[in-house]
């Protein structure tokens, strides 16, 4: 566990502009935005969208390098797994233009939860580009991009290994995202084969499989055969510099400035989650700007939470709601808070220790009965493969939820009970 200074919930100091005319309107009900600087704010803040370019990807050096040592000077295969909206979208999409750049061939394939093997072989060679194919072994001018350089007959491990020789290039990249949605365990098998065979033949070809998971194991199955030609990767969060480097880097390029104390609490409920940041990035910006204000202020940040915590998924606010029985179960709401901003691993992963039946988590304890009530409820989640005492949020946005909610009740008795928005 890394030493966090989540200890608490993300604090606001709100200070009340003259007249303090916030309660009751966020600034979007209150004037149309700005539509140029608005659709800059849009081009720069993407919740709903991977990075493609590097400027906009805060760190990741370091994932990236791993990555691209791995397939080039190893001829491994790499498995790319982590939570969702942590960033191996926008981390591939980094590794494959990096790839393209150095000469590689880069097929991609997103998955389904229908995707076979053949499927997703298929996409991959037809998102190469045609130029590529140097050796068709089928006559067809109708297919697409290289999927000629693959048989009409149902297609085996060993084509796959045979594929590099029959393109034009020096190394091929195949990237499958969303692997965990393929609900066929067959197809993983045959992936599985297909690493093995195109290792031992020395391929020229490298899989990169990305998808949410706790574990390589999870998302590929268990092979011991392909272990050692595999670079197993998970995906850590980004560090609290990262996240205000979103929001920095972000305000630069849509020309508003995020003050400090709010960009100190977008880290602080980000937790290290960029899609958490691009978010209220997104939505705080909207407010300054609708308010003709060049820099982002914190009643911005408090509307921007009303409006995640709105417009949240609605199973995270049942969560919510249902255990802690609309906020009246102070006990749970307490400890779940504790949890939300209390220390935890690269991963959101927390520790709890038992000790004469009482729990002990992020250096407080939780009153009797409420650690086995998030246990029961299925709130939190073990993580067996991890450890023993290492449990997570089961639905991962919770924790954001929690955070923000906490904030806005901070915020509105600081508005002296009127809330914004
Ligand atoms: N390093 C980063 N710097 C800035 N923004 C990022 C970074 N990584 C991801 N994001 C942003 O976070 C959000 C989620 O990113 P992305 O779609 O890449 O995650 P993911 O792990 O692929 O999610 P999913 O599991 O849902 O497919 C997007 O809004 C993206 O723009
Ligand atoms: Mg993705």
New binding site residues.
């Given amino acids: 566990m890394s030493p966090s200074r989540h200890n608490a919930a993300p604090r606001l100091s709100m200070p009340l502009r003259p007249g303090g005319a916030r309660a009751g309107a966020t600034h979007t009900d209150m004037a149309a935005p700005a539509p140029s600087q608005q659709h800059a704010l849009r081009e720069v803040?993407?919740?709903?969208?991977?990075?493609r370019s590097s400027r906009?990807?805060?760190?990741?050096q370091a994932e990236l390098l791993r990555i691209f040592r791995a397939i080039a000077l190893d001829r491994a295969h790499v498995v790319l797994y982590?939570?969702?909206?942590?960033?191996?979208?926008?981390?591939?999409?980094l590794v494959a233009s990096a790839a393209r750049s150095s000469g590689y061939m880069v097929g991609r394939y997103t998955c389904s939860f229908d995707s076979c093997f053949e499927d997703i072989v298929r996409g991959l060679a037809r998102d190469l580009p045609k130029s590529m194919l140097a050796a068709p072994i089928v006559q067809d001018d109708e297919l697409e991009g290289c999927e000629a350089a693959l048989p009409r007959s149902k297609i085996q491990p060993r084509d796959i290994a045979a594929l590099p020789g029959r393109l034009a290039g020096r190394h091929v990249v195949l990237i499958a995202?969303?692997f965990?949605r393929v609900e066929d365990s067959a197809t993983r098998t045959w992936f599985a084969d297909a690493i093995k065979q195109a290792s031992d033949r020395g391929a020229a070809l490298s899989f990169i499989i990305?998808?949410?998971s706790d574990s390589l194991e999870e998302l590929v199955g268990r092979h011991p055969s392909i272990q050692r030609n595999i670079l197993g990767l998970a995906?850590p969060l980004?560090s609290d510099t990262?996240i205000d480097?979103?929001l920095v880097?972000?305000g630069r390029d849509s020309g508003i400035e995020f003050l400090p104390e709010v960009r100190r609490a977008v880290v602080d409920v980000a937790r290290g989650?960029?899609?958490?940041?691009?978010?209220l990035g997104l939505h705080a910006g909207t407010e300054a700007i609708a308010r003709a204000s060049p820099q982002v202020e914190p009643p911005d940040l408090l509307a921007a939470f009303r409006r995640a915590v709105d417009e949240a998924d609605p199973r995270v606010a049942a969560i919510y709601q249902g255990i802690t029985h609309g906020e009246r179960d102070r006990l749970i709401l307490d400890g779940l808070r504790t949890i939300a901003g209390g220390e935890q691993d690269r991963f959101a992963r927390f520790v709890v220790s038992e000790h004469q039946g009482a729990h002990y988590i992020a250096e407080h304890w939780l009153e009797q009965g409420v650690w086995e009530r998030l246990v029961e409820t299925g709130t939190v989640r073990a993580c067996r493969s991890i450890g023993p005492d290492c449990f997570a949020f089961t639905e991962p946005m919770l924790q954001h939820y929690i955070l923000m909610r906490e904030a806005l009740d901070r915020g509105m008795t600081a508005y002296n009970g009127s809330a914004p928005g």
């Fill in positions: 803040f993407t919740p709903t969208r991977p990075q906009r990807v805060s760190g990741r982590g939570e969702r909206g942590r960033g191996k979208t926008s981390l591939v999409n995202d969303e965990d990305v998808g949410v995906l980004l990262e480097e979103i880097q972000g989650v960029p899609y958490v940041a691009q978010l």
